[in-house]
Every structure is written in C-alpha cells, then in structure tokens.
C-alpha cells in the first residue's frame, strides 16, 4: 500500500488565490512528521512546512499552513494568496517512528501551476 | 538552514564509464546521508541510507554494486555509479540528516546524470 497519496498530479490556481493540496498518509506509528517540500523546475528540494503527529495545532509557515486531520490520516498543504514564483512540484512526505535513521518516503508529487 | 552541496551538478558520459557524485554537508556534521533518485516527472526514491564510517544500506531492488557509496566523514558522501549505462541516466539527489529531531533533514541541489 502507498505510505504517502497524493492524488492531484497537476492543480491550476489563480495568482492571489488560495490552494490546497491534498496528501493523506498510512502509517501504523504512534510517531511520525509529515513533511512538505516544493520542487522548482531547477531541481533543488526546498523544505516548506512539518506537522508531527503529537503536534495539536496546524502547522503553519508565512503563507503556507498544513491541514492536519489526525483520524483522517490526511495533512493538505494550503498556500494563500498564491504567487507566480509558487509555480513548482510539490511534494508530502512522511517520516514514521523515532530515530535519526528512518528515512523520508515522498508522494508522487503535484504539479502547480499558478497562472497571471 | 543548513546547505548540502554536490558536485558536479550535471554530467554526461559515456556508457561503460563510471561516474562520482560528491555531497557535502558545508556547516553541519551530518549523522546520517541519504540518496535519491528521481526520474522526470516523477517522485524521488530513496536507493540508500548512509552513516559515517559503515556500510550503506541499500533499498531493495538497488544495486549496491552498481551504485557504491561512500561516507568517509561526517561531513562528506559519495556516489560512484559504476559502468554507466543509458537507464542509469537520471536525476541523483543527497540530503543531510543532523541530530535526532525530525526534521532536520537537508537535501543538496541534486546532479543531472546523463549517461550517452
């Protein structure tokens, strides 16, 4: 079973709009981090935002916020006021359990496109 | 943050031939480096998980040697795709991990590898 979904491959948004990205998550851990990353068309992995599952509140990083729902297992990346330089591959990745060993699995990743 | 270089961060070579990519962690000591590789368009795959001064483990279906790494130091990874074929032609990316914490990890800019 896929550990991280997301299932918008491509999302089109409005500059100065709202957008929100889905990724839901399996995991069978008590302790886990979910992770967003966004991914310009140079390649580089830019860390944006991290919701760990004993956080109580949203994540939230200047215009990005992390829509954390626990029994639903889901964690949507919602981005405000939308730029033209947001146009990237966005991934949601999870890292399960403690220890510095474990590994980040990634989600297939979407494609946003934020148009003038 | 903390910055994670590679070197080079394109190459193209010839099939047959053997290629070392460089990832250095510039003001951190990493605990922990990672590989990934990632096909256009698609989501990065983690090929193996690296600690200084012991043996990498790689994930299943990667194979270890084709793609040797080295962590020589707390600071410095490398990885030798050896005798380069056409499908070995990707994009490689490394990340950093410091401490325990959960989110400390650090991704390089990645290297564009084409083998002819």
């Known amino acids: 079973a896929q550990k991280i979904t997301q299932t918008q491959p491509g999302m089109f948004v409005q500059e100065k709009e709202a957008v929100t990205l889905d990724c839901t998550y399996d995991t069978s851990d008590q302790s886990y981090g979910l992770f967003w990353y966004k991914q310009p068309s140079s390649g580089e992995m830019i860390f944006l935002i991290y919701q760990g599952s004993y956080d109580e509140q949203n994540a939230t990083e200047g215009r990005y916020s992390l829509n954390f729902q626990k029994a639903r297992k889901s964690a949507n990346l919602v981005i405000s006021a939308s730029q033209l330089g947001d146009s990237a591959m966005y991934f949601c990745?999870?890292?399960?359990?403690?220890?510095?060993?474990?590994?980040?699995?990634f989600g297939s990743g979407t494609q946003l496109t934020v148009l003038p | 943050g903390a910055v994670v270089s590679q070197h080079p961060s394109w190459v193209i070579c010839k099939s047959g031939t053997s290629v070392k990519i460089e990832c250095r962690s510039l003001d951190f000591q990493a605990t922990t480096m990672f590989w990934y590789r990632q096909f256009p368009k698609q989501s990065l795959m983690l090929m193996a998980t690296?600690?200084?001064?012991?043996?990498?483990?790689?994930e299943q279906g990667v194979e270890k040697d084709k793609f040797l790494i080295n962590h020589a130091s707390l600071t410095l990874s490398t990885l030798t795709v050896t005798s380069a074929h056409p499908e070995d032609s990707s994009f490689y990316i490394c990340?950093?991990?410091?401490?325990?914490?959960?989110?400390?990890?650090?991704f390089g800019p990645g290297t564009r590898l084409t083998v002819l």
């Open positions: 690296s600690n200084e001064g012991s043996k990498a483990t790689y």
């Open positions: 990745a999870m890292r399960e359990g403690p220890g510095s060993a474990r590994q980040l699995t």
């Open positions: 990340s950093a991990r410091v401490g325990t914490g959960l989110h400390e990890q650090f």
